[in-house]
């Protein structure tokens, strides 16, 4: 069984006493792969060398609406230049964030357009934060998408596939994700016994449109929750899923590993 965590900050210091420790770990349950997620400039700096250091990780560039009001032209210069790393393969993690509002709700939407923009320049996929925003998401994620859908092979114009990161939602929000053309990202909170609508949702989505994840050190599942998160839990994702979906967990591995090559490119 090969499995891919698809969001881990795995460059963050929560992992700087035993990060070696933890990929091994990692492989060892069946996670071969990880995408560690920049969300500000030094992050994304982070991920990128991680990423140049471990040929299992690739890594995204981006900044996340917390760190938006910090958002500038040499912000976006610095992206531009970080995209020419071939370690990076999507924008993010980008979005609106309106439960916390660390920054402004305009300084979230400039960011956001703005490298959606970059994605679309570039022809990337990006990663989606979305919380308490979902409106807003929408109308936003339809105005960068009237140049065209978002794309297998992105393009100049084009932003490549859109993965909704950590989703939380119920069917109906899932069934407008997808309508768009979206991935959407499930983790740690499908083993969660209080969310019986996540777990219907994780149920309906296609399997050839869901990711999985850990978004550690954040959002352990059941049952490390309140311990630290990490990519081996993605196997616990794997198997939540499979049992809403009534699939194998070899079944759910495969397809969404193949999923993960399809949205970021094999690695």
């Known amino acids: 069984m090969e499995l891919i965590d698809t969001h881990a900050h795995i460059q963050s210091d929560a992992f700087d006493g035993d990060r070696a420790e933890t990929l091994e770990r990692a492989r060892e349950a069946g996670v071969t792969r990880v995408v560690a997620i920049g969300a500000d400039l030094a992050s994304s700096r982070a991920a990128l060398a991680l990423a140049d250091a471990e040929p299992g990780i690739i890594a995204t560039v981006g900044v996340h609406p917390h760190d938006a009001r910090n958002f500038t032209q040499d912000s976006w210069d610095e992206l531009v230049e970080m995209v020419g790393d071939d370690r990076a393969r999507a924008i993010g993690e980008i979005g609106l964030d309106y439960h916390y509002d660390f920054s402004p709700r ?101 399997l050839d449109r869901l990711l999985l994840e850990t978004d550690c050190p954040y959002m352990a599942p059941h049952p490390h929750r309140g311990q630290r998160n990490e990519p081996a839990h993605t196997a616990l994702a794997a198997q939540a899923v499979a049992e809403v979906k009534g699939l194998k967990v070899d079944d759910v591995a495969r397809a969404t590993t193949d999923n993960a090559f399809r949205v970021f490119g094999a690695w």
Not at 160 to 178: N, S
Not at 186 to 200: N, P, Q, S
């Open 106 to 206: 305009e300084a979230q939407q400039f960011a956001f357009q703005s490298q959606l923009s970059l994605a679309a320049t570039f022809g990337l996929p990006v990663v989606v934060h979305e919380r308490e925003a979902f409106d807003d998401m929408v109308a936003t994620l339809k105005v960068a998408f009237r140049e065209g859908p978002p794309s297998e092979d992105g393009g100049v114009g084009h932003i490549g596939h859109v993965v909704m990161h950590c989703f939380l939602g119920d069917t109906e929000q899932a069934r407008v994700w997808l309508d768009l053309g979206c991935h959407i990202g499930i983790g740690g909170a499908v083993t969660f016994k209080k969310m019986e609508a996540l777990r219907e949702a994780a149920a309906f989505i296609p």
